[in-house]
């Protein structure tokens, strides 16, 4: 009877219809960007809510461990820049509180969860101090730095790279007293110790700021489109978003991931091809915020997301076949309006954060600051620290042809 059974499943199996590798056999589930659900996501909102210590923090960029944004029960480095430490009684906020230009937080197993995150702030002689600063032969009080986004880097030993912003008061009494002077690569070896002391720094060369032309804000956003980093549709290049001028263009290059050192490697997009020339980029969409993210939303969708105009309620997305678009028309995903009912408040640098986002989703951040900060921040000491939204997309199904 055995040989019967053999024979009988000898042929069966020839007459099973073969799958090639190239073709799938479950549904194709398909994200429709124009159909969607935006919520508060209060769980992620709260987890920033404190009353002692770190209390308040901006440019908050979430950088899995592994460099895998699909990364299941990954840890997470957040980076901020401005940050205030303090302590907060009631909802006054005590004498003795400081401010520094730049913390981190590191967060266990993507877990919303108080008891798994730890912020960390720098600290010399019991005085607290930014944990980056820039590295010169004539320190100046006046010069510090704002963090960008960055990624850990599976093709250069799993070190951690972090775009900074070199800012420079001015000093001049407007809304926004300060400019940039400095655009700068981090790296933070991978068995590096807080506070990072053993830290590189290397200036990007693509800027002339003495002149007074237009400059690129490179650290915008950052996209590691490659297989070491989990991505589906890999083309092997990591892609940094920059900033352009006073109208906020965006703007890409980009490079190998094992040659993100090699500034002399990177390519910029004209609107047409890659050029080695950073005078040639061209604009993949305006009014977008200093602070921005670029993700694969679905097979030959990627969303750009960001702050209308920097600061305005509007967090808006639009979605292009690549990562570097072409861009489809704005999309309203949401408006922060609640949460700017004074007129001295702004809502500012919306972006998504794939590594918290389930599929089909988008976990969205955006920031709240005031043009009166030190007038308001003593009565409400908790305004100044990051918001949570996650936008869910209407997922349609489509047979797959085989």
């Given at each position: 009877m055995?040989y019967?059974i053999?024979f009988f ?14 073709e799938?056999?479950a549904e ?9 659900t935006?919520e508060?996501a ?7 809510l404190r009353?002692?210590?770190?209390f ?8 899995p461990?592994?460099?895998k944004?699909?990364?299941?029960g ?17 909802e006054?906020?005590k004498p ?6 730049n913390?981190?937080a590191?967060?266990?197993?993507k ?5 798994h995150?730890k912020f960390k702030?720098a600290?010399?002689n ?8 820039p590295?010169t032969d004539?320190?100046n009080?006046?010069t510090?730095f704002?963090?960008g986004?960055?990624?850990v ?6 070190d951690?790279?972090?775009?900074a912003?070199k800012?420079t008061n ?14 700068t690569?981090?790296?933070i070896?991978?068995?590096s110790?807080?506070?990072y002391t053993d830290q590189?720094?290397m200036e990007?060369p693509f800027n ?7 400059t ?8 590691n ?7 589906v549709d890999?083309d ?5 978003y ?13 490079v190998?991931p094992?040659?993100?050192?090699s ?7 004209d ?5 080695k ?7 993949l969409s ?5 602070e921005?993210?670029?993700?694969r939303?679905a ?5 750009l997301v960001?702050?209308?105009g920097?600061?305005f309620?509007?967090i ?5 076949p ?12 949401y408006?922060?309006?609640a949460d700017?009912?004074d ?12 590594a918290?986002?389930?599929d ?6 955006y920031?709240?600051?005031?043009f009166?900060?030190?007038k308001?921040v003593?009565?409400?000491p ?16 489509k047979q797959a042809?085989?």
């Open positions: 055995k019967y053999l499943m000898a042929i069966m199996a020839s007459c099973t219809p073969k799958i090639s590798e190239k799938e056999v194709q589930p398909e994200i429709n960007e124009n159909e969607f935006a508060p209060p769980e992620w909102t709260n987890l920033f009353k002692s210590g770190w308040g923090g901006d440019g908050i960029f979430a950088i461990f592994s460099g944004d699909s990364e299941k990954d840890s997470l480095i957040f980076l901020f820049s401005d940050t205030m430490i303090g302590e907060i009684n009631g006054k906020l003795g509180y400081v401010m520094i230009n913390s981190i590191v967060l266990k197993d877990t919303p969860d108080s008891t995150i702030m600290k010399e019991e005085t607290y101090k930014a944990i980056f600063t590295k004539k320190p009080k006046d510090y704002w963090l986004d960055g990624f880097n599976p093709a250069a030993n799993k951690l790279f972090v775009f912003y800012i001015t000093n001049d009494k407007s809304d926004f007293p300060f400019k940039e002077t400095g655009n690569l981090i790296r070896p991978a068995n110790k807080f506070p590189k720094q990007l002339n700021y003495k002149t007074g032309e237009e690129i804000s490179f650290g915008a956003g950052v996209f489109n490659s297989e070491s980093a989990g991505e890999a092997g290049f990591v892609y940094v920059g900033t352009k001028g006073v109208n906020k263009k965006l703007v890409s290059a980009r190998k094992d040659a993100i050192e500034f002399g490697q990177w390519e910029f997009w609107g047409k091809s890659w050029s020339d950073v005078k040639s980029t061209a604009a305006d009014s977008v915020s200093n921005m993210s670029v993700s939303l097979k030959g969708k990627y969303a960001y702050q209308l920097g600061i309620p509007d808006c997305m639009q979605v292009g690549s990562p570097v678009g072409p861009f489809g028309p704005r999309i309203t995903l408006k922060t309006s700017i009912q007129p001295d408040l702004f809502t500012y640098n919306a972006k998504a954060h794939p918290l986002s389930e089909g989703e988008l976990l969205i951040s920031n709240v600051n005031s009166k900060f030190f308001i003593e009565s409400k908790n305004l100044y620290r990051p918001r949570f939204i996650r936008v869910k997309f209407k997922a349609q199904t042809n085989h």
